[in-house]
């Protein structure tokens, strides 16, 4: 069923949005030029107006996330606890490793200070007045 189209009636251009006003009957179904941006448009009925698309995209419906069911609250729930467990772990390997790191060095540090410098500690190592001595040997 069709409704009765009352003239005049006011369209839009789907470029640049400008009220067209459409006064006969005979003008509806032909081509006509916007007068504001002169772009070639269609002239349509109010109803079949109101489903065009105006060329400026159109902002999306944004999307209504259903509300979650109970399963999904816990799984969420559950992996939440995951991760912080992950988290928890991955700071215990941290700072475990950091501790191994610094007792190998402080191992490194006493085996050289023990076996290489310690032995050596004790020698006099001094030049003796004479050229005798536990000291330098003398060159021949």
Same mark, same amino acid.
């Given at each position: 069923?069709?409704?009765?189209?009352?003239?005049?009636?006011?369209?839009?251009?789907?470029?640049?949005? !400008? %009220?067209?006003?459409?006064?006969? =009957?005979?003008?509806?179904?032909?081509? #006509?030029?916007?007068?504001?941006?002169? &772009? /070639?448009?269609?002239?349509?009925?109010?109803?079949?107006?109101?489903?065009?698309?105006?060329?400026?995209?159109? !902002? %999306?419906?944004?999307?209504?996330? =259903?509300?979650?069911?109970?399963?999904? #609250?816990?799984?969420?729930?559950?992996? &939440? /606890?995951?991760?912080?467990?992950?988290?928890a772990m991955r700071q215990v390997w941290f700072w475990l490793t950091v501790i191994?790191?610094?007792?190998?060095?402080?191992?490194?540090?006493?085996?050289?200070?023990?076996?290489?410098?310690?032995?050596?500690?004790?020698?006099?190592?001094?030049?003796?007045?004479?050229?005798?001595?536990?000291?330098?040997?003398?060159?021949?």
């Amino acid at each position: 069923m069709a409704t009765k189209i009352k003239f005049p009636y006011t369209m839009h251009c789907p470029k640049c949005k !400008a %009220p067209l006003k459409i006064k006969a =009957p005979n003008l509806v179904g032909t081509r #006509i030029n916007c007068p504001k941006c002169k &772009k /070639k448009i269609d002239v349509v009925t109010p109803d079949e107006d109101a489903h065009i698309s105006y060329g400026v995209e159109a !902002a %999306p419906e944004p999307e209504v996330e =259903p509300e979650p069911t109970e399963e999904e #609250i816990e799984a969420r729930i559950k992996e &939440k /606890k995951k991760k912080k467990l992950v988290d928890a772990m991955r700071q215990v390997w941290f700072w475990l490793t950091v501790i191994f790191l610094m007792v190998l060095v402080g191992l490194g540090v006493y085996v050289i200070f023990t076996y290489a410098i310690v032995p050596f500690a004790d020698e006099d190592l001094s030049v003796p007045s004479e050229g005798k001595g536990p000291g330098l040997k003398e060159f021949q």
